[in-house]
């Protein structure tokens, strides 16, 4: 398989505009000849099923929960990026590719992310037209405030609602769309296998989660929109249903993986406060723009922390990186919380948390301008830790947020499969090595909205696609390897539990291939993740039945998923041996003990290819060529 | 005349007729009690009052056709929301518990209304559909509430009367999308007086009338 | 250390939507305080699991209070009795050593039970289909600047359009209506000026819908706002009241 990741050529700041003008059309009258199946309605998916209805095409909509609404976009806190420059602090379509490229330490392709940051203002007009009651000031224009990795205030927000506020216009686009009966929407489905007929992706399989019957739906292109896959950490930021089946099932068939080792670390979460936890909660990034982070100077300081003198507090960012202090990126907050615990001084009951501390911002400002900035983010804390941030520091710990790896693409947003479309997180192009605060709203609704509309319209324009129906043998073929997957798992009736086995997968993940990874443990990783994986398939205990409405049938599932594709990720962690954004490999780092690239070897997507059970994955590459930006040396002080 | 129909008949609509007749029936009490005060300046000044309204002739059959027709809306429209309520949840709650939202006044409205219905077919046979040939109708009032049994019914009904109005007042007002918050509280506070008065106002009459006088 | 605490459970277990379900009752022993009450039930469930039994099937998913997918009612209130609170919020800290929780699915006819607590709501997807919108097409729109929109305006469209669709407002009413629900869509919309255009036929159509897919009246009982997760005020519903009559007896929309 050869990847070409079809960039146009020319000069970076025209290559979209020409390209469009190239890309073949679908004339409006010939749009609704062709069948578009989308799957998940998060940012990427509902944007995309809402706009390619709104231009002709027929389109049938997937996703896991009781209503489009739920995906996990909706969490979303902090805010979305894009270079309006309503500040007038100098931000441009420029300064915002290069923030991205370089938070994403080099990583990224230039092409992607120079378009990401031109589509970036019409999502932010798209989205107030779509009536989302974005912040805005006291004349009545939109508000903008910081986030990590910048140095101009570009975020747009609506409270620590934006995610949520998104998802829903997004989500009433696409009911406007089922309403005029473009779209047809089927809830309740979890896509476990894709068709691929003569090298095109055709269709899909799923399964009805309520009747468990297992459906086939065929289709002239498929658009995959499922999300990330961090819950392979078991504790992650993602909701209980995010997961890697219907992406992995994708591999399977073919599409290559890319860099699935690239997967962020948030800093600022509430820590783990028991065995029994089932998720982390993320304190928005954007309560770095105001709360300072901090751990006493001595290790094992005890003391409460309102107790400990300013003189024995070590404000580390502040201190290390002086010109971008509490709004380093995600990475490198992260990694120094963890430095700092690992020193000894970290605080809290288990010692891995540091303090995100509000004290001096309540003085400057006043307690009614952070509660109007941050209440509800406040009062989400109150309710889980049962401590009032406004008085006491809160306390936090970087969690599994985010991946940047995904499914490879092209120029696109088409995967290695002809025909077969992946959008928003599910996809690697954007982010590099590390995505910054902020972005992943803006590439969601970028690639729904203003993206996969042209591409897929010149895809369709320039295949001759077979006629196919739901009954062709591919079908039959993945309806029984789907059904007898399920029996399989029905029928194992060991002693564990899925959970059981999805809480240890997550601890081998994070104790081996977490935010500081090393050879030895990656390969150690590797060995216990193949024996989990083996044991699941003996001893693991699906109650129920595959007739009816199981959700340990369906988490079992994607556990399973989870167990070979936790091995996919650490092969590309072993394979890049540098360090670089969210892949810190601890024998390669400065003296500083930051991360330390290698552009010479590295600088490329990896790109790994299903090779069939039990076998060594094949690795693609595709150089990552920089002519606009120079590669240098990532520095926040 | 498709739209009356049917922006009436939706759910919006029968509240918008809830609220109206019953605002209508606020309006209603608040001159029949001012009428029945005369009675604390005795006899004369009830009887004349009576006759003062009584002269008003075609006026006040008017006025009582209206009565009638907006009892009757509020009547058949309160019997169907009840039962479309009632239908809205088939299976009810094994644990019913409120979160301070419902008063005694929300809580039992179509209960108090049925009560105030039935009150009122008496309180017409009582005093509207009797024979007034040769008597006054201080005589009549007097002669009814000096049965133990009709001022307890009386009095009875006030209380329910006040109950319902409790949160029909207020109720009104925010059917027809008059809640502001800076008004609400004084509204609300507004329905709880003004329902105090129809209690004590109305409610001391019979006390009054039989044993003070 | 962590307080733990033992409770006795009464679930509501219903096989299909068809069956006949009953409270069955559970020991939930060694609860610590510090677990939400999702993780609660997952541990009554890793517990069924392991002795053979079905586990109780519920809804849930981001598991931080905004997805609007978990919800059951406990103790006869909707996501439990801790004010502005969704139940993947609710900490067990709140209940005492020996406490009894029931815990029974919505109810509402617009709300058919699946299986044990899990129910469908697409009847609010619906509500939503028949102009819970804007007409914008992608690509339509002007620069988000070119209209300011006072931040008084912003700010009351934004506690609307807070409403997480969990439907624990039609669990709450006592005549299991929609109303809160429907008026923070419309409310949001109706305050804004790109929602104008739209405004009378978006509050006569969603409307109707919610009429004909059984949810009840309203009556001004304000459970629903008690018991709203998100706090959604009923002086949206005054606002929705509002636009219905402009609508009804002002517009052309019959």
């Known amino acids: 398989m050869q990847l070409d990741a079809k960039i146009p050529g020319g000069p970076l700041a025209g290559k979209w505009d020409r390209y469009r003008f190239e890309l073949k059309l679908v004339s409006p009258a010939n749009k609704r000849k062709f069948k578009i199946i989308v799957v998940g309605t998060g940012l990427a998916g509902g944007s995309a099923s809402a706009s390619l209805a709104e231009l002709g095409y027929n389109v049938k909509t997937f996703c896991i929960q009781d209503s489009p609404r739920r995906a996990h976009s909706i969490a979303a806190q902090g805010g979305i990026n894009a270079a309006k420059n309503y500040t007038n602090e100098g931000d441009s379509i420029w300064r915002l590719f290069y923030d991205t490229v370089k938070g994403g330490d080099f990583r990224a392709r230039e092409a992607n992310v120079y378009r990401l940051a031109q589509v970036s203002n019409n999502i932010i007009d798209q989205c107030v037209a779509q009536g989302i009651p974005f912040a805005r000031d006291y004349g009545g224009l939109l508000a903008n405030r910081s986030f990590g990795g910048s140095q101009v205030q570009r975020t747009f927000y609506a409270r620590g609602q934006t995610g949520q506020q998104l998802l829903l216009g997004a989500y009433s686009a696409l009911m406007r769309q089922v309403g005029a009966g473009k779209v047809e929407m089927f809830p309740r489905r979890e896509m476990l296998d894709i068709v691929v007929i003569n090298g095109q992706a055709r269709g899909i399989v799923v399964r009805n989660l309520i009747t468990g019957k297992i459906e086939t739906h065929a289709s002239d292109a498929v658009v995959l929109c499922t999300g990330g896959y961090g819950n392979v950490f078991f504790l992650s930021t993602n909701a209980m249903s995010s997961n890697v089946t219907a992406a992995f099932r994708a591999y399977k068939k073919g599409a290559c993986f890319a860099n699935p080792c690239f997967t962020q670390i948030h800093p600022t979460c509430i820590p783990v406060h028991g065995s029994y936890q089932s998720k982390l909660t993320l304190m928005s990034e954007s309560l770095r723009n105001d709360g300072r982070v901090w751990v006493p100077k001595n290790p094992g300081d005890k003391r409460f922390p309102r107790q400990i003198p300013e003189s024995e507090r070590d404000y580390y960012l502040e201190n290390k990186y002086p010109s971008f202090g509490n709004l380093v990126p995600r990475d490198v907050a992260s990694r120094n919380s963890k430095e700092q615990c690992d020193m000894g001084k970290g605080v809290g009951e288990t010692g891995l948390a540091v303090y995100l501390d509000f004290e001096d911002a309540i003085k400057r400002h006043g307690r009614d301008v952070i509660e109007k900035k941050y209440g509800n983010l406040f009062q989400m804390y109150e309710k889980i830790t049962a401590q009032n941030p406004y008085e006491t520091p809160m306390m936090i710990y970087p969690a599994v947020h985010y991946a940047m790896g995904g499914l490879w693409v092209d120029y696109n947003l088409m995967s290695s499969i002809d025909g077969l479309f992946v959008l928003g997180e599910a996809n690697f192009s954007d982010h590099g090595a590390n995505r910054l605060g902020a972005s992943a709203l803006m590439q969601g609704l970028a690639d729904g909205y203003f993206v996969l509309p042209y591409t897929i319209g010149g895809y369709l324009a320039g295949t001759s696609l077979e006629k196919i129906t739901a009954g062709h043998p591919a079908f039959r073929e993945s309806v029984e390897i789907v059904n007898n997957s399920i029996e399989k798992l029905l029928s194992i009736n060991g002693k564990r539990t899925v959970d059981d086995f999805h809480r240890q997968l997550g601890h081998i993940m994070w104790d081996y291939c977490g935010m500081s990874r090393n050879d030895e443990g990656l390969k150690k990783g590797r060995k216990l993740i193949q024996q989990l994986g083996e044991e699941f398939w003996e001893n693991v205990l699906v109650p129920g039945s595959d007739k009816d409405f199981n959700q340990s049938l369906e988490r079992a599932g994607r556990v399973a998923d989870f167990l070979e594709f936790a091995e996919l990720l650490i092969i590309d962690a072993l394979a890049r041996k540098e360090s670089c954004g969210a892949h810190f490999n601890e024998a390669y780092q400065t003296k500083e003990n930051e991360a330390m690239r290698d552009d010479k070897n590295f600088c490329h997507v990896s790109a790994w290819e299903f090779a069939g059970k039990n076998k060594e994955p094949v690795f693609h590459k595709e150089e990552l060529k920089f002519e606009n930006v120079e590669l240098s040396q990532r520095s926040y002080k | 005349m498709n739209w009356l129909a049917g922006t009436l008949g939706s759910s919006i609509g029968k509240k918008l007729m809830m609220a109206l007749t019953g605002l209508g029936f606020c309006g209603f009490l608040a001159g029949h009690l001012a009428g029945n005060l005369t009675i604390y300046w005795g006899k004369n000044a009830f009887n004349s009052y009576a006759e003062h309204l009584h002269s008003l002739g075609p006026l006040i059959t008017l006025a009582e056709l209206g009565l009638l027709f907006f009892a009757l809306i509020h009547i058949l429209t309160g019997t169907t929301l009840f039962y479309q309520n009632l239908k809205a949840r088939p299976f009810r709650y094994s644990v019913n518990k409120n979160a301070g939202g419902r008063t005694i006044g929300s809580r039992t409205m179509p209960y108090t209304g049925f009560i105030l219905l039935s009150f009122i077919v008496l309180h017409l046979i009582n005093f509207h559909f009797v024979d007034k040939t040769g008597t006054t109708i201080y005589q009549i009032v007097h002669g009814a509430f000096a049965n133990p049994g009709y001022v307890a019914i009386y009095v009875f009904a006030m209380i329910v009367a006040a109950i319902h109005i409790s949160h029909g007042f207020w109720s009104v007002f925010q059917t027809l999308g008059a809640n502001h918050v800076k008004y609400m509280p004084f509204i609300k506070g507004v329905s709880i007086v003004f329902s105090l008065i129809v209690a004590l106002g109305f409610g001391f009459l019979p006390v009054y009338l039989a044993y003070m006088v | ?254």
């Open chain 3, 1 to 254: 250390m962590t307080k733990t605490i033992n409770l006795t459970l009464k679930i509501w277990r219903q096989k299909g939507p068809e069956a006949k379900g009953k409270l069955e009752t559970y020991k939930a022993n060694d609860i610590p305080t510090d677990m939400s009450f999702l993780e609660m039930i997952d541990v009554v469930n890793e517990k069924l699991t392991l002795e053979g039994k079905e586990p109780v099937a519920f809804d849930h998913d981001c598991r931080e209070g905004i997805c609007g997918m978990c919800g059951t009612v406990v103790n006869g209130r909707p996501h439990g009795s801790e004010k502005g609170t969704t139940l993947c919020q609710l900490h067990m800290r709140h209940f005492s050593d020996n406490d009894t929780i029931v815990i029974e699915p919505w109810r509402s006819r617009a709300f058919p039970i699946i299986k044990d607590l899990v129910v469908d709501r697409s009847a609010l997807d619906k509500i939503i289909q028949a102009g819970g919108f804007i007409s914008v097409n992608t690509g339509n729109a002007q620069d988000a600047n070119a209209i300011p929109i006072p931040q008084e305006t912003a700010e009351l469209a934004m506690d609307a359009a807070a409403c997480i669709g969990c439907g624990a407002c039609v669990a709450a009413c006592p005549n299991a209506s929609a109303m809160l629900f429907l008026s923070a869509k419309v409310s949001q919309l109706a305050l804004l000026p790109q929602g104008k255009p739209e405004a009378a036929r978006r509050a006569v159509s969603m409307v109707r819908e919610m009429d004909r897919l059984g949810f009840g009246n309203c009556s001004n009982e304000t459970e629903c706002e008690a018991e709203c997760p998100k706090e959604i005020s009923i002086t949206n519903i005054a606002r929705l009241n509002r636009e219905f009559y402009k609508a009804g007896f002002f517009s052309s929309e019959k």
